[in-house]
């Protein structure tokens, strides 16, 4: 009986022994696995899914369960991996005091049982009392009223507990393994190894600042909303390569330049400091990359999903600028005329007793071009270089009623405005020329062409027959995917929200015509950005956790490396004073260095998020500067209390006799 309750006793003594190691360890494995269930109750919860837009937060809150999963399984691989190191020497005494390797086996099993366990019992009792809080916390952001209530999600508890299981058996077979090809010796003088002074790889360094630059290029060059959103991926794996190959090369190429300013160098703090950070770069280096990776996802997520969230209100307005916007096509077999559809959209107004106010009604085509040079191509295929563009037509007659000002044009004329980039005075759409006489301050019609995220061209040509041969044209050239003329009434009504929703549903009922409604749009869109904001924060709290604990497991790892060297210092005359600017040196060297390159990251990464927003109807790029500077901000000030406490806890470990 005793025998048999050796190993978990043992196992229970050596956790507790090593709090100092396992409490963050047991802290971050916990909160992942609240985290997950957490999300995991969301995704499953029938309220939300009942909700307007609830299937939208829904499936954002799955992506987010992914992302959690995948990062999990990262950060207690890292831990583990950090751990093991702390007991290499440890495992290696046990097996030269007679200890086989099965019996260290046995042990490892136990704490990983105790630890793994502990863990998913104490995230899940976690997630369960924070669920509903979380619950709340959503519908308040969807702006929806909260329910009462408290609940359990079964397959949320199965789901966690099978990931979690799933992971700590993984690290712990990866740990026997380790165990297993390791040789008794070299466990037992694994940290007295030294390092060989590394070389500067100017191949590694020459390839981070290509990627580096290649990625900066890519996110500063893009002008499109589409193009930025199939870019930033391209753009975050070369910065990401960047970041790395830099942090292990250049890290290694600045530290031997400062060694070599003897100014600088032969002093007290800066000698210890720079000599001890040199020869372990090799791996200190990837810890830094990975503190800054994750410091620029943590400013990019919360950034971007509180841009989104504070920006709601003007991305719906942008996204719908009237409360009501009716619209048909004018080519489809039964459409009404523009005048019998205005007629019953009138009649539809008076029928539920609104009063329609800021009437504006027009007729436009529509069409989607490729911008080659100065040739607006119409290629089905989309083989033909250049950007998409989408062009909207109106005559002058029309744009003359809309402002009461009918421009004289010859019939290749035009007048133009562009939402970015300019046509020549001289272009062609296909081989036909056409002169801009006058560039227009402003979008000649808005309605529902405010929701394209592509480059708009607005044009206006000088009669109906003009109009009718570009539309001849493009029907010509993509047939069944070809857009008709379309008419479009929008207008506001006075009332309630209830009131104009109920209206735009009886515009809807009508033959061959079809509203949107600003008030019956706002709960989905505001589903889409509180379930952002939800979600980014939850992530940044995630990859906040993460950077806290990489960042001190890392001081702590390396406070144990120098000790040895500060004792020998001190003996031969260093003073604690001495010491603990060594201390302040060696750590502002390195510490704050992550943080800085984060910030370039999210500066070069700027104009390519605003651009990805506008997919979201958001073009407020001061709002999104102002939330990126204060996410900064906040975080640096988070950051450097970390480095306070890790710091201290540093020299704690160094100064010790």
């Not at 269930?37 to 954002?60: A, H």
């Not at 991996?81 to 495992?91: A, N, S, W």
């Not at 493009?474 to 009332?495: V, W």
Request: aromatic fraction near 10%.
């Amino acid at each position: 009986m005793r025998k048999s309750g050796f190993y978990p006793k043992l196992a229970l003594t050596n956790i507790l022994r090593s709090g100092r190691f396992y409490l963050p360890y047991f802290i971050a494995c916990s909160g992942t696995a609240a985290m997950f269930y957490i999300l995991c109750f969301l995704t499953q919860s029938s309220l939300i899914g009942t909700l307007r837009g609830g299937n939208i937060v829904q499936s954002m809150l799955d992506l987010g369960c992914i992302v959690v999963a995948l990062f999990s399984v990262v950060l207690i691989f890292y831990t583990n991996g950090f751990l093991m190191k702390r007991r290499r020497r440890e495992l290696g005494l046990y097996n030269i005091l007679g200890m086989e390797k099965r019996h260290i086996a046995r042990l490892l099993c136990c704490e990983s049982l105790l630890l793994g366990g502990s863990s998913i019992v104490a995230g899940i009792a976690a997630g369960i009392l924070l669920s509903k809080l979380m619950l709340l916390v959503l519908l308040k952001l969807l702006e929806l009223n909260a329910a009462m209530g408290f609940s359990v999600s079964g397959p949320g508890v199965l789901d966690t507990v099978l990931l979690f299981a799933g992971i700590f058996l993984a690290t712990l077979l990866l740990n026997l393994a380790r165990i297993h090809l390791s040789k008794p010796v070299e466990l037992l003088f694994s940290d007295t190894v030294g390092e060989q002074e590394p070389k500067t790889k100017w191949v590694l360094v020459l390839i981070g600042i290509l990627t580096l630059a290649t990625g900066y290029g890519i996110a500063n060059v893009v002008k499109q909303p589409l193009s930025a959103l199939l870019l930033f991926f391209v753009a975050v794996i070369l910065v990401i390569i960047g970041t790395y190959c830099l942090f292990t090369a250049g890290s290694i190429a600045l530290l031997k330049r400062l060694r070599a300013d003897r100014d600088f160098y032969y002093r007290p703090e800066h000698f210890t400091a720079v000599s001890g950070l040199l020869y372990r770069m090799k791996q200190n280096a990837v810890g830094l990359a990975s503190i800054c990776i994750l410091c620029t996802m943590v400013l990019v997520t919360v950034s971007t999903t509180v841009c989104l969230y504070l920006g709601a209100e003007d991305a719906l307005v942008s996204r719908y600028p009237t409360d009501i916007s009716a619209a048909c096509d004018l080519e489809k077999d039964g459409a009404p005329t523009p005048s019998e559809a205005k007629a019953a959209v009138e009649q539809a107004v008076a029928d539920a007793g609104r009063t329609a106010l800021d009437v504006r009604d027009y007729t436009y085509l529509s069409f989607t071009v490729k911008l080659s040079g100065n040739t607006l191509v119409l290629d089905p295929s989309g083989s033909a270089a250049g950007q998409y563009r989408v062009v909207v037509v109106v005559t002058a007659e029309e744009y003359g009623r809309l402002t009461g000002q009918t421009p004289s044009l010859q019939a290749d004329e035009v007048l133009s405005y562009s939402t970015d980039r300019q046509l020549v005075n001289l272009f062609y759409l296909g081989q036909t020329p056409y002169h801009i006489v006058r560039q227009l301050d402003s979008a000649p019609v808005a309605g529902d062409t405010s929701a394209y995220i592509t480059g708009v061209q607005y044009l206006v040509v000088a009669n109906d027959q003009i109009l009718k041969d570009w539309d001849q044209m493009q029907r010509e050239a993509y047939g069944k995917q070809a857009s008709g003329l379309t008419y479009e009434m929008t207008f506001n009504l006075d009332g309630t929200d209830q009131q104009k929703s109920a209206c735009a549903d009886i515009i809807s009922n009508l033959s061959g015509i079809s509203a949107s409604c600003r008030q019956s749009e706002s709960a989905e869109f505001y589903a889409l950005n509180g379930g952002f904001l939800f979600l980014g924060l939850f992530l940044g709290l995630l990859f906040g956790m993460a950077t806290v604990l990489i960042i001190y497991y890392k001081q702590i790892s390396e406070g144990y490396e120098d000790q040895r060297r500060f004792q020998i210092m001190q003996k031969v005359g260093m003073s604690e004073q001495e010491i603990r600017r060594s201390v302040r040196s060696q750590i502002l060297l390195v510490f704050f260095l992550p943080l800085a390159a984060a910030a370039v990251h999210i500066a070069a990464a700027f104009n390519m998020i605003t651009r990805m927003l506008v997919v979201f109807s958001l073009t407020n790029v001061k709002l999104f500067a102002l939330c990126t500077l204060g996410t900064l901000v906040c975080f640096s000030i988070i950051y450097a209390l970390v480095y306070w406490v890790t710091a201290h806890t540093y020299y704690k470990i160094v100064s010790a006799q």
